[in-house]
Structure formats: structure tokens, C-alpha cells
T-cell receptor
Framework: GAGVSQSPRYKVTKRGQDVALRCDPISGHVSLYWYRQALGQGPEFLTYFNYEAQQDKSGLPNDRFSAERPEGSISTLTIQRTEQRDSAMYRC???????????FGPGTRLLVL | QQPVQSPQAVILREGEDAVINCSSSKALYSVHWYRQKHGEAPVFLMILLKGGEQKGHDKISASFNEKKQQSSLYLTASQLSYSGTYFCGTDVSNTDKLIFGTGTRLQVFP
């Protein structure tokens, strides 16, 4: 596609439910990154992939958060047993190769009630 | 560990200049600069790699002083479209893991 796309754009869920956030990177981009961004703050690194391999997941807050990119293209960030503190904008970015420019998607705004 | 940006906020008239600084407590491999407008995704401006290079395009340029572990973004003859929040993203070891700074909010008025 022309740019990074994410779905859904908005997600409202009840505490305790699981959610899956999808990221479709720019076609041909090797690297894919997940960030979380609070209002007024910069993006906070969660995890990233090169192709289908998860390279670094040190930013995932706890074991309720997981991510996968099984075929090296689309990625899914899953949050299990959501809590109110998980409410935030979740952004995905992709780059052609490691260390190159990261292009951000529009984000998924998650609200946990 | 989060890079500190200064100033926190800047108000300019069109045509004025501004400098935004990004300081890290760790040695840096590269610095990435982004601008984010309200309600939108961060937009890439430029990357500076280890080596003390300076880059620029149009009226926006940046420098990277690896010894001082800091980078500066220079905005000259500011335009209304420059308004937004500027973030530096730092890579401390060429690991692709960007740690973003505290942000600088810039507003340009006519």
C-alpha cells in the first residue's frame, strides 16, 4: 500500500477483554515496529520485527502484551485481559531495512472502560 | 534514559528562527527527528548518523554532536506549517530501538 495502515482506528472495550490490533506495513518493508503513545508524549517503544522474527520485545509492559508477524508482512499486537491503564494510542511503523527511516501509521486509539 | 528536549515550548512569528535541542545521557549511534501535528502520526524529518554530520533540506537542518551526546534541529524563516510537536528519537547502539525525547511544542503565528 501507499502507507502504513492500522485497524481498527478506534477500539472501545471492557476491562478484562482481549483485543487484537492490526498493522499493515508499507509493501516491501522489512522492519516493523510497535509503539504506544500517551497524549502529549513521544512514542514509547514496545517491540519490533525484521521479517517474521521478533528482534526485541523489551518494551512490552508485561506478559499480557504479545505481538506476531507470522509471514513477515502484517503484524498483530494482542493485549489480553485489558486494563484501564492500557488505554492509549498504539502506533505501528515500518522501515525498508533496519536502521532506516521509520514511517508511522495513523494509529489505533484504544479505550478500556 | 529518555532524551531531554529543550525548550519544552516555543512561540514564533512567521519568519523567525528556532533551535530545538535533544540531549541524551547515553552515547548515540543515530538521531531521528520527527514532527507531529495534533491528531496525526509523526512525520519523519531527517536522520543523523554517528560522525557529527549536519543535514538539511529547505529551511530545516540539524546537527549531531556525538561527543556531547546531543543533536540540534534548526528551523529558519519559520512558516505556519512548521507548527507542531517535534520529537527526537535516539538509537544508542544501532539496535533499531528508538527512544523518543520529551518533545518540543512549536507554534508559529502570522
Amino acid at each position: 500500500g501507499a502507507g502504513v495502515s492500522q485497524s481498527p482506528r478506534y477500539k472501545v472495550t471492557k476491562r478484562g477483554q482481549d483485543v487484537a490490533l492490526r498493522c499493515d506495513p508499507i509493501s516491501g518493508h522489512v522492519s516493523l515496529y510497535w509503539y504506544r503513545q500517551a497524549l502529549g508524549q513521544g512514542p514509547e517503544f514496545l517491540t519490533y520485527f525484521n521479517y517474521e522474527a521478533q528482534q526485541d520485545k523489551s518494551g512490552l509492559p508485561n506478559d499480557r502484551f504479545s505481538a506476531e508477524r507470522p509471514e513477515g508482512s502484517i503484524s498483530t499486537l494482542t493485549i489480553q485481559r485489558t486494563e484501564q491503564r492500557d488505554s492509549a494510542m498504539y502506533r505501528c511503523a515500518s522501515s525498508l531495512n533496519s536502521g532506516e527511516t521509520q514511517y508511522f501509521g495513523p494509529g489505533t486509539r484504544l479505550l478500556v472502560l | 534514559q529518555q532524551p531531554v528536549q529543550s525548550p519544552q515550548a516555543v512561540i514564533l512569528r512567521e519568519g523567525e528562527d528556532a533551535v530545538i535541542n535533544c540531549s541524551s545521557s547515553k552515547a548515540l549511534y543515530s538521531v531521528h527527528w520527527y514532527r507531529q501535528k495534533h491528531g496525526e502520526a509523526p512525520v519523519f524529518l531527517m536522520i543523523l548518523l554517528k560522525g557529527g554530520e549536519q543535514k538539511g533540506h529547505d529551511k530545516i537542518s540539524a546537527s549531531f554532536n556525538e561527543k556531547k551526546q546531543q543533536s540540534s534541529l534548526y528551523l529558519t524563516a519559520s512558516q505556519l506549517s512548521y507548527s507542531g510537536t517535534y520529537f527526537c528519537g535516539t538509537d544508542v547502539s544501532n539496535t533499531d530501538k528508538l527512544i523518543f525525547g520529551t518533545g518540543t511544542r512549536l507554534q508559529v503565528f502570522p
